[in-house]
């Protein structure tokens, strides 16, 4: 049974000139509801807004699903920012490159409408600043950034992707930036992906990159040797319906934090009925319109055991 709860609401249609407002939708617990979360682009990136219900195609195993809910307006977003502060980050000035990184992040977020955690992580994960939405609350917090220890980078997104499913925000996310090192976690890069799709929460990656025309101002000769970590972690954020960047001069760290927001002011919210037997049903979503480019969580679990009860 799933048990999903959409606060704040959908919107149930139109308000009729001399009549009161229609009641907006919610999902409630204990319906039999999958929500998922779905950016779509052009072909250069954008996000495209104003598309309606029957421009998607949700298919499960082949199976074209009918679509129940479907919202479009944009809302406020519950966003964990999750700042690697293991021992490798005291590199090169990948710390500052980070701090850098988050000032832009929350120059993006919208006092009041949005809401924000600021986390940390090396082997264990440490709320910095609990969720707040008032933006400068996180940015006086960036001086307890500071870099120790060994990272359990796959570990901390779970642990901050969980509590994420109790906000009221129906667009959520975890940001992660980071050099994208691990060293010491337990979950796979795939489990990692399996729990944020669960209860889809996107996952987006800020990778930093420090070179000589960089922040920082020393090269960064641990590029070659992060490849493989790198690909892990793309491979990650594009499972659960996220992306993944690379920070390191100015014009890259605004295009990131940017372009991260805006996605999930804009998400396209849709429900269908959950598939009553219990396991992983893989999703996939198509277009009616040409030349679109959708990106959204790879499927959901039903069954006791999901964790969205």
Same mark, same amino acid.
């Given at each position: 049974m799933l048990a999903l709860a959409m606060a704040g609401g959908w919107s149930a249609g139109d308000q009729v000139l001399g009549q009161a407002p229609t009641p907006k939708a919610t999902f409630r617990a204990g319906v039999d509801l999958v929500r998922i979360s779905a950016v779509v682009q052009d072909r250069r990136g954008r996000p495209v807004l104003g598309l309606a219900q029957a421009? =998607?195609?949700?298919?499960?195993?082949?199976?074209?699903? !009918?679509?129940?809910? =479907?919202?479009?307006?944009?809302?406020?977003?519950?966003?964990?920012?999750?700042?690697?502060?293991s021992g490798s980050m005291s590199l090169a000035g990948r710390m500052?490159?980070?701090?850098e990184t988050l000032k832009h992040v929350i120059s993006w977020v919208e006092e009041g409408c949005d809401e924000v955690t600021l986390l940390s =992580?090396?082997?264990?994960?440490?709320?910095?600043?609990? =969720?707040?939405?008032?933006?400068?609350?996180?940015?006086q917090r960036l001086g307890d950034l500071a870099p120790y220890g060994l990272t359990s980078l796959y570990d901390a997104?779970?642990?901050?992707?969980? !509590?994420?499913?109790?906000?009221?925000?129906?667009?959520? %996310?975890?940001?992660?930036?980071?050099?994208?090192?691990?060293? %010491? &976690?337990?979950?796979? !890069?795939?489990?990692? &992906?399996?729990?944020? &799709?669960?209860?889809?929460?996107p996952v987006y990656v800020v990778?930093?990159?420090?070179?000589?025309?960089?922040?920082?101002?020393?090269?960064?000769?641990? &590029?070659a040797s992060d490849a493989p970590s790198q690909n892990a972690l793309d491979d990650l954020a594009r499972w659960t319906g996220g992306a993944s960047f690379v920070a390191g001069t100015p014009a890259e760290t605004s295009l990131a934090a940017r372009r991260i927001l805006a996605e999930l002011r804009h998400q396209y919210l849709i429900a269908f009925e959950a598939n009553p037997l219990a396991g992983w049903h893989p999703l996939s979503i198509g277009m009616r319109k040409k030349n679109l480019i959708v990106r959204a969580r790879g499927g959901y679990m039903t069954g006791s055991n999901t964790g969205t009860q």
């Open positions: 421009d =998607f195609e949700l298919d499960e195993n082949g199976e074209r699903l !009918p679509i129940v809910e =479907f919202e479009s307006e944009a809302t406020g977003v519950s966003l964990a920012v999750l700042v690697d502060a500052d490159a980070a701090r =992580f090396d082997k264990n994960i440490r709320t910095i600043q609990p =969720f707040t939405t008032r933006p400068s609350d996180t940015l997104i779970a642990d901050a992707a969980r !509590p994420l499913v109790v906000r009221s925000r129906p667009r959520r %996310a975890v940001l992660v930036i980071t050099d994208g090192v691990d060293t %010491a &976690s337990v979950l796979t !890069p795939a489990e990692v &992906s399996r729990i944020a &799709s669960e209860i889809d929460v990778a930093i990159r420090v070179g000589p025309d960089r922040i920082g101002g020393m090269p960064d000769t641990d &590029s």
